[in-house]
């Protein structure tokens, strides 16, 4: 799915924004104790998160030890909702629910309308391959923000 190419809706959500808050500082702490990984909110602390992710890719690949779905769910939430708090915290955006087609999922709306939706993109990233790199793609909405 391609942020703000495609038409989609936007329902600011206060019980997103909660859960993106907590389960950020979760991501935090998880990166430190078990990733050796130092996130402080910064732009280039997105590319530590891809290092994380890069690790849980290859286990995701193993055929064993292989990420359960809750493990899975629960890093994409996670690391997608710091990813999404240093967005919001750097450049302005809220937490919602976003529309595309049938399919509503946990997202963001900049101040200058860019929706996207991290938790995704890290599941894709997980489960998906290479090309789904989350600094690039942390990037590529740095380059929407400014157009």
Known sequence: MAEAKMACSFDPDDNIQKIATGSALDAVELAKTHFGLDLDWSDDSV?????????LRACYSADDPKPTENQVTASAIGFGSYIGEVFRRNYGAQWGIVTLGEEKVPGLRADGGLTFWPWLRVRARITGADEENVADYYQDLLRKLRQ
């Open 47 to 55: 590319a530590e998160v891809e290092k994380a992710l890069a690790w």
